[in-house]
């Protein structure tokens, strides 16, 4: 049905042309050009090209009035306008602007009526006369016909005659210039499309150039090409950052994206959506012409090329910041991303400033919500890796050193380092009091900081450019919570008891316990290694304690003190291998660590090992102390003997006093000048410590001077093994001493036995024959015998008591030889414990 009544009304207008051309031939090319301009005519919009405002076209008509000088014909309009617009309800007129357009129109149609116009190039008229239109139409021939150059007048609709003649002409003048040049209106609109990233009819993306272009086939003014280029950068740049967003917006959640990298293009979209407001108003602009209230000015286009360029500049500027960030920000993310973006906020400009401002707000919401998450509750909301603060699955006793770890590459550049290191230790006190202590008491000093900092708890309490704000929430919440931390340390684990504790046990500061520790586990020890039993060697731990002040301690750090036996060979000693744990439990062993204790074992055992010489030396003087010998029992020994004996007794004493001289004073050093200087200076730190990380730092500092005092470091290491040679030879004394004073004491007893009376020589007769089987005997061949074995012993036994004197002497000149090249002051404080009568280095120039 639709198609039959096209068909005639196409069929109309080919008859209606054929009627205005009768002399035209239907298949000449003239003729079928004037069917297309009919039908291009016809289905053209007639609508008219100003603001429907009756106002304005009332003003326009009395103004025009007063111009022509009918002023009263201008009042009277005036006041039958009043009345007109006033008539409202039924039957009144409700286009009341369409009726006064129609009047101007018709008193404008008369007006070129009479002065005539050159409608030669429109169609011409069928030919008929007037009475043959009636009242609808007019004809204009005759003689002022033929004088125009009309052939047989024109057709003119009587309704509005004027109005779709020239709305038609100047339709058609718009196509056809269409067709031949590119009008500023269409550059608009183009420009527009371009700003949006769509392809226009003439302005294209060109992928050589790598952004919009005007054709090369339009013909425009440099100018405007130079302008339109111009304005097309806005649509490279919105390419690109549209093109970012929407490849984020496609692979999040990948890590790579993140939820900084999510939230800045949030941040652009918003942007993007008040660019968008922009363009909407722009292209409503584009579309409507200029209200005109003048009949002479011609209704041209509101918005154009220059207008355009004024109303995106700040629009450019923003979408170029905008794509800096973007091509910066491509491969980065988190606290990298907005480090990145922060010093492009570093601007002078104001509006630069103010629009990085508001985009680092929405950026770094993200990451002030994962600092106050974290220094405030604990918690690292952080599962795509962006926070600067990284945390790994680790156990208990390394939480505090290895659980979290600052990550540079993420750290913003608006947070200073020390700030993040008190973020990191924050966050580290509450999961240490959470897992390690089994504490709760941190979330009501966690409440007090976010009061006292004048923020809340509650989500979103942060924001970019609050970094004050920032910092007094850290720092109060630092502040109570670490001082909870180190109150539950101190009160309910009891550190400094258990510090205490060590110093008396490991390092041997208990010295009752010490002693009879010694006295009991000495003849277990001195067997082999591989047959002592680590089980009766702690029940010797446990009559120790109950032997001595080590009794009252708590039960809770005697149960901690046991016994280790270290790994040996075949030929190790139990001397060589016992030693004396301490067991740290959580939470105290996140400072005693399994690579602290390994220290407190080193010191252990080389205190150990001074306490043992300094036993064996107690040990020989027992044996050679001068009641052990009385003189009349060598009355009948022959003079060369004797004073042979007593330069052997009198070179083992003075060797006695040389090393007695040197422990006892090398005893004095570590006891006092190492251990308990150490132990002052420690404790007096622990009362000023604020944090976990100032406790630790004081105990490493205590440890580290036991240490390197006591001779045990690693440029220490010369003066160490020549201490232990020392000790050696110290031990290898009290073997000689012992082997000296036992055949003294046999000689004594055979001498006595020789020097028997008559009446028992029988029964000693018998004894002797007995006591001359036993091998190595010195009274089977007599009293000569005697002698000469005696001589023979005493003799080598001053001679390895000689070589032993002369190894110490070079060992300890050696070892003194090296004190005063030690860079610890105390060190050097030793030689003049050791060398305080000049003995030495009187006797020896180079000490």
């Known amino acids: 049905m639709e198609e039959e009544d096209q068909r005639k009304v196409t069929d109309l207008v080919v008859d209606l042309v054929r009627r205005l051309l009768p002399q035209q031939n239907p298949n000449s090319p003239h003729f079928s050009q004037s069917l297309r301009y009919a039908l291009r005519i016809l289905s053209s919009c007639l609508n008219p090209s100003i603001s429907p405002d009756a106002d304005a076209i009332a003003e326009s008509i009395k103004r025009r009035l007063a111009t022509l000088g009918n002023s009263s014909d201008a009042l009277t309009f005036a006041d039958l306008y009043t009345k007109f617009a006033s008539k409202n309800g039924p039957g009144s007129v409700h286009n009341k602007w369409a009726v006064l357009y129609l009047l101007k129109i018709i008193s404008e149609d008369r007006k070129t009526a009479k002065n005539g ?75 527009l499309y371009a700003c949006q990233g769509i392809d226009g009819k003439y302005v294209k993306f060109d992928s050589n150039l790598g952004g919009y272009a005007l054709l090369d086939s339009v013909k425009v003014p440099r100018a405007t090409r130079i302008i339109v280029r111009k304005l097309c950068e806005l649509g490279w740049l919105f390419r690109k950052v549209k093109g970012y967003i929407s490849e984020s917006m496609d692979r999040f959640p990948a890590e790579d994206v993140g939820a900084v990298g999510q939230a800045f293009c949030a941040a652009l979209l918003d942007e993007l959506s008040e660019y968008y407001k922009l363009l909407a108003v722009l292209e409503a602009q584009s579309m409507n012409p200029i ?117 540079a590459g ?55 450019g609050e970094t004050d704000a920032l910092e007094s929430l850290v720092m109060e919440a630092a502040k109570r919570i670490d001082k909870h931390l180190l109150d539950v340390i101190y009160k309910r684990y009891k550190f400094k008891e258990h510090c205490l504790a060590i110093k008396r046990y490991l390092l041997l500061g208990q010295g009752d316990f010490v002693q009879y520790l010694m006295d009991i586990v000495g003849p277990e020890l001195s067997e082999p290694a591989n047959t002592i039993s680590s089980f009766k060697l702690a029940g010797l731990l446990e009559s120790a304690i109950r032997s001595s002040n080590a009794q009252y301690d708590d039960p809770d750090i005697l149960d901690r003190l046991r016994v ?51 036993h ?106 020549s201490l232990f040679v020392l000790f050696d030879l110290i031990l290898q004394f009290r073997y000689h001493a012992d082997r000296l004073y036992e055949g003294i004491h046999e000689l004594q007893a055979r001498t006595v036995e020789s020097s028997l009376n008559s009446r028992d020589k029988k029964k000693s007769r018998r004894q002797e024959k007995d006591k001359s089987s036993e091998p190595g005997s010195w009274i089977s ?31 300890l000149e050696s070892f003194l030889a090296h004190l005063p090249v030690q ?24 000490v």
């Not at 509006?351 to 509750?377: A, G, I, T």
């Not at 270290?566 to 660590?593: C, I, K, N, Q």
Request: net charge neutral; aromatic share 10%.
């Open 117 to 191: 116009m050159d409608f030669s190039f429109l169609l011409p008229n069928l030919g008929l006369n007037d009475d043959e239109m009636g009242n609808n139409v007019r004809v204009l021939n005759g003689k002022d016909n033929r004088e125009k150059g009309w052939k047989n007048g024109v057709l003119l609709v009587s309704k509005d005659p004027e109005n779709l003649r020239e709305i038609s002409f100047r339709e058609f003048g718009n196509l056809v210039k269409e067709e031949n040049e590119v009008t500023e209106e269409v550059l608009v609109r183009d420009v």
């Open 291 to 407: 209200p005109l209230v003048s009949e002479n000015a011609s209704s041209g286009n509101y918005l154009s090329l220059r207008r355009l360029s004024v109303w995106l500049a700040e629009p450019m500027v923003k979408m170029r910041l905008m794509a800096v960030l973007v091509d910066k920000c491509k491969v980065l993310r988190g606290g990298a991303m907005a480090s990145s973006i922060h010093l492009h906020a570093q601007h002078g400009d104001p509006l630069v400033h103010d629009f990085m401002r508001q985009l680092l707000r929405r950026v770094c919401s993200p990451l002030f919500e994962m600092v106050r998450s974290w220094v405030l509750e604990g918690e690292l909301e952080d599962i795509f890796a962006e926070f600067f603060i990284v945390g790994q699955p680790v156990k208990a006793e390394s939480l505090w050193r290895e659980g979290y770890r600052l990550h």
């Open 410 to 464: 993420m750290l913003p550049s608006f947070i200073s380092q020390s700030l993040a290191q008190r973020i990191l230790r924050t966050g580290k006190s509450i999961n240490f009091l959470r897992v390690c202590c089994d504490d709760r008491g941190w979330a009501a000093a966690a409440t007090e900081a976010a009061a006292a900092a004048g923020t809340t708890t509650r989500r979103g309490g942060l924001g970019y």
């Open 564 to 614: 280790k036996m270290m790994p040996h060979g075949s030929g190790d000693r139990g001397w060589d291998v016992f030693s004396l744990e301490y067991d740290a439990r959580v939470p105290l062993d996140t400072v005693f660590t399994e690579s602290v204790m390994m220290r407190y074992l080193r010191i252990f055992n080389f205190l150990w090992k001074l306490r043992r010489v300094e």
């Open 616 to 721: 064996a030396l107690i040990g020989a003087w027992k044996t050679m102390k001068p009641n052990c010998i009385t003189s009349h029992a060598f009355t009948k020994l022959q003079r060369a003997v004797k004073l042979q004996l007593l330069s052997t007794l009198r070179r083992c004493q003075v060797l006695w006093d040389e090393m007695n001289h040197f422990v006892t004073n090398l005893q004095y050093y570590i006891m006092f000048e190492v251990l308990e200087v150490s132990w002052s200076n420690f404790s007096n730190e622990m009362e000023v410590a604020k944090d976990l990380d100032d406790l630790l730092a004081a105990h490493e500092k205590y440890l580290h001077s036991i240490v390197e005092k006591s001779l045990l470091g690693e440029r220490s290491q010369t003066l160490y093994k």
């Open 781 to 811: 061949e007599g009293r000569k015998a005697l002698t000469q074995r005696a001589s023979e012993f005493l003799q080598n036994m001053g001679q390895d008591l000689e070589a032993l004197a002369t190894e110490y002497t070079s060992s």
């Open 823 to 846: 860079q610890h002051i105390d060190l050097k404080f030793l030689l003049f414990r050791l060398d305080f009568t000049e003995f030495y280095s009187q006797q020896h120039p180079t």
